[in-house]
T-cell receptor, first 109, second 115 residues
Framework: KNEVEQSPQNLTAQEGEFITINCSYS?????LHWLQQHPGGGIVSLFM???GKKKHGRLIATINIQEKHSSLHITASHPRDSAVYIC???????????FGTGTRLQVFP | KAGVTQTPRYLIKTRGQQVTLSCSPI?????VSWYQQTPGQGLQFLFE???????NKGNFPGRFSGRQFSNSRSEMNVSTLELGDSALYLC??????????????FGPGTRLTVL
């Protein structure tokens, strides 16, 4: 079992839909990261959080430390949101980033 | 500020050769981390350097090594290349700090193909 699990693996949506990607982890963490990777490989850090909720534009990230669970929400999705979204946890014990396998999102007009 | 840069962007090598990849962090960032991304294993942490010292290391064989220079630029080296080393190698820098859970700023990656 991976230490960081994401679901779903693939997600298809129509433009305007509300999207949720889930991330569960089994290790103690210092921080939880949400990353976005577009075709071609470049990765952008969307959020880094250790508690509560953060919002940036149409993106919202939440984390529940007790349940070891985080969610990434996209409101009013747009085709330009199509990308792979990756959850990663900084292990409290090792300081290493442990990555989930990613969620491939496709948003159609 | 300029972003993280990596050179070269693409590289083709044959088995048994060695390769050196370079990463220039964002100005003022002293931490540089390296990651390997493959279709089968996904993203995996290779190592992290801070102030010219390797601060953390992933579970990779000794063929993978790195270093950091006084200007924070970093190189990673892979010796005796194997087909399985074909991957996207990503470098990320983060602001100064004693912990690694700072936000990571990623470079565009170097795509290595081993034939």
């Amino acid at each position: 079992k991976n230490e960081v699990e994401q679901s779903p693996q693939n997600l298809t949506a129509q433009e305007g839909e509300f999207i949720t990607i889930n991330c569960s982890y089994s290790v103690g963490i210092s921080a939880l990261h949400w990353l976005q990777q577009h075709p071609g490989g470049g990765i952008v850090s969307l959020f880094m959080l250790s508690s509560g909720k953060k919002k940036h534009g149409r993106l919202i990230a939440t984390i529940n430390i007790q349940e070891k669970h985080s969610s990434l929400h996209i409101t009013a999705s747009h085709p330009r949101d199509s990308a792979v979204y990756i959850c990663a946890a900084t292990s409290r014990n090792t300081d290493k980033l442990i990555f989930g396998t990613g969620t491939r999102l496709q948003v159609f007009p | 500020k300029a972003g993280v840069t990596q050179t070269p962007r693409y590289l083709i090598k044959t088995r048994g050769q060695q390769v050196t990849l370079s990463c220039s962090p964002i100005s003022g960032h002293r931490s540089v981390s390296w990651y390997q991304q493959t279709p089968g294993q996904g993203l995996q942490f290779l190592f992290e350097y801070f102030s010219e010292t390797q601060r953390n290391k992933g579970n990779f064989p000794g063929r993978f090594s790195g270093r950091q220079f006084s200007n924070s630029r970093s190189e990673m080296n892979v010796s005796t290349l194997e087909l399985g080393d074909s991957a996207l190698y990503l470098c990320a820098s983060s602001p100064t700090g004693t912990k690694t859970y700072n936000e990571q700023f990623f470079g565009p990656g170097t795509r290595l193909t081993v034939l």
